[in-house]
């Protein structure tokens, strides 16, 4: 774990002068459900990723040294991404029934993974759960009380209004259009197709095998499939990103290099990890 002593050279959003401190914690991945790192300030949400330098690094600041070279990147997430497993596995849906509507504490208890219970404390948090889920409003003893259950079709819709929304923005970062290998040699049909494909992408790697199989049955890309060389798709650089858990190890233990593998590549080797739970299994009461 990280002592008092450690300090990381982090680059994030500029946050008002007297701001409380960000809290750093410990949260499922919504794509592979194993822990990651992110960090809560202010009622935001951010995740919270790793450069990692080829060989050993250090910085200087002023009169010290860290030992530690890596840069850390601080970004805003949206929460959906973070709720829509956890509201998936919490709803208890059955063949029977469409599952649970659950309060907000019931949403995020969870007795092993006890960090789920900053997601309550973000900004609007019942309003960013009423864009994928169906609400439910009663009164109890005169207090207002609203519960919800995670909608299929609410889910799709949104995640699609965000795949749009980066193919608006394609265009204009040329990071990402220089991601498709020979955008401009390709008709005009196919270029269309590829950024939208490539939106597909980046956002299905914030989402489980499950979820981004169902968004994908919603697109076809019918001129790239008659492309005998099929477009090269972006693939968010290996180049040291690294899990939550990864934050936490001591950086000497980098003196042994191993061959670089791709992110893919990265999260397959993890989630075959033996002895990793899966994020359902932190949703389960202790036995009394």
Same mark, same amino acid.
Request: glycine share 6%; aromatic share 8%; with cysteine.
């Given at each position: 774990?990280?002592?008092?002593?450690?300090?990381?050279? +982090?680059?994030?959003?500029?946050?008002?002068?007297?701001?409380?401190?960000?809290?750093?914690?410990?949260?499922?991945?919504?794509?592979?459900?194993?822990?990651?790192?992110?960090?809560?300030?202010?009622?935001?949400?951010?995740?919270?990723?790793?450069?990692?330098?080829?060989?050993?690094?250090?910085?200087?600041?002023?009169?010290?040294?860290?030992?530690?070279?890596?840069?850390?990147?601080?970004?805003?997430?949206?929460?959906?991404?973070?709720?829509?497993?956890?509201?998936?596995?919490?709803?208890?849906?059955?063949?029977?029934?469409?599952?649970?509507?659950?309060?907000?504490?019931?949403?995020?208890?969870?007795?092993?993974?006890?960090?789920?219970?900053?997601?309550?404390?973000?900004?609007?948090?019942?309003?960013?759960?009423?864009?994928? +889920?169906?609400?439910?409003?009663?009164?109890?003893?005169?207090?207002?009380?609203?519960?919800?259950?995670?909608?299929?079709?609410?889910?799709?819709?949104?995640?699609?209004?965000?795949?749009?929304?980066?193919?608006?923005?394609?265009?204009?970062?040329?990071?990402?259009?220089?991601?498709?290998?020979?955008?401009?040699?390709?008709?005009?049909? +196919?270029?269309?197709?590829?950024?939208?494909?490539?939106?597909?992408?980046?956002?299905?790697?914030?989402?489980?095998?499950?979820?981004?199989?169902?968004?994908?049955?919603?697109?076809?890309?019918?001129?790239?499939?008659?492309?005998?060389?099929?477009?090269?798709?972006?693939?968010?650089?290996?180049?040291?990103?690294?899990?939550?858990?990864?934050?936490?190890?001591?950086?000497?233990?980098?003196?042994?290099?191993?061959?670089?593998?791709?992110?893919?590549?990265?999260?397959?080797?993890?989630?075959?990890?033996?002895?990793?739970?899966?994020?359902?299994?932190?949703?389960?009461?202790?036995?009394?």
């Amino acid at each position: 774990m990280v002592t008092s002593n450690q300090q990381r050279i +982090c680059i994030g959003p500029k946050v008002p002068q007297g701001s409380e401190n960000p809290v750093s914690i410990l949260l499922p991945n919504p794509s592979s459900g194993f822990p990651s790192r992110y960090v809560i300030q202010e009622g935001q949400l951010y995740e919270m990723q790793m450069i990692d330098p080829e060989g050993l690094r250090s910085w200087f600041v002023r009169d010290t040294i860290h030992s530690d070279g890596s840069l850390y990147i601080i970004t805003p997430i949206d929460p959906i991404f973070m709720c829509i497993p956890i509201l998936d596995i919490m709803r208890q849906r059955t063949s029977e029934s469409e599952g649970r509507f659950l309060g907000l504490q019931d949403i995020f208890e969870s007795d092993q993974y006890t960090s789920l219970r900053h997601l309550a404390q973000l900004n609007k948090i019942d309003q960013i759960l009423a864009v994928v +889920c169906d609400v439910r409003e009663s009164t109890i003893t005169g207090d207002k009380r609203k519960t919800f259950r995670l909608d299929d079709d609410r889910v799709l819709a949104w995640l699609k209004r965000k795949v749009q929304a980066l193919v608006d923005k394609f265009p204009s970062i040329p990071a990402l259009m220089n991601s498709i290998a020979y955008t401009e040699s390709l008709p005009e049909a +196919c270029q269309t197709e590829a950024i939208t494909q490539s939106a597909l992408r980046l956002v299905s790697a914030y989402l489980s095998d499950s979820w981004a199989t169902q968004l994908a049955a919603g697109y076809q890309f019918p001129e790239l499939d008659k492309l005998e060389s099929r477009t090269q798709l972006p693939v968010m650089s290996g180049f040291g990103k690294r899990s939550g858990t990864e934050l936490d190890e001591d950086p000497k233990s980098k003196e042994t290099k191993k061959p670089k593998m791709s992110v893919g590549a990265r999260k397959l080797a993890k989630a075959s990890t033996a002895g990793m739970k899966p994020l359902s299994s932190f949703f389960t009461k202790k036995a009394t």
